[in-house]
């Protein structure tokens, strides 16, 4: 299946970004539209920090278990995504962009690995889906982002 990405512009710095993002529990914030029931385990950031969530998309509800596989500061994060009992493997890659008038350009790119017969007959809808989630997913990543730093300020 043919992978799908999103993104947006921020104006929080790479490293302002990368710092929010590298802590698996901020995903729960701006991703509980549609993953709940977070349960984390391993290390808070970084690599082999894991998170088990309930995915509700199209109808359908599976758990996916979530874990960093690779981290490069400050700009790229790449996550392995595991469901219906292994049949589904897909990498979340997260890739922040310095942007020239400042800012960033974040992107989030979903790649199956792995996908269930389901899924495949039905490539174009459960892309679909996928993209309409995670814009919803970048709008939010922006809004928790201006939280999160004018917190930490």
Do not use: C
């Not at 999103?6 to 549609?34: G, K």
């Not at 997260?94 to 007959?121: C, K, M, N, Q």
């Amino acid at each position: 299946m043919k992978s799908v990405t999103v993104s947006i512009d921020v104006p929080q710095t790479p490293e302002q970004v990368y710092d929010f993002l590298d802590v698996m529990a901020h995903h729960e914030r701006f991703t509980n539209h549609y993953l709940t029931n977070w349960r984390y385990s391993g290390p808070g950031r970084g690599i082999g920090s894991r998170a088990t969530v309930t995915a509700a998309l199209g109808g359908t509800k599976t758990d996916v278990t979530i874990e960093v596989v690779e981290a490069e500061a400050p700009g790229r994060i790449v996550e392995r995504n595991v469901s219906a009992a292994g049949r589904r493997q897909a990498h979340g890659t997260y890739t922040i962009e310095p942007l020239r008038s400042g800012g960033s350009h974040v992107s989030f790119t979903y790649t199956w690995v792995r996908a269930p017969l389901a899924d495949r007959l039905l490539a174009p809808v459960v892309r679909a889906t996928m993209r309409r989630a995670n814009h919803t997913v970048m709008r939010r990543l922006a809004t928790e982002l201006a939280h999160h730093v004018s917190a930490t300020d």
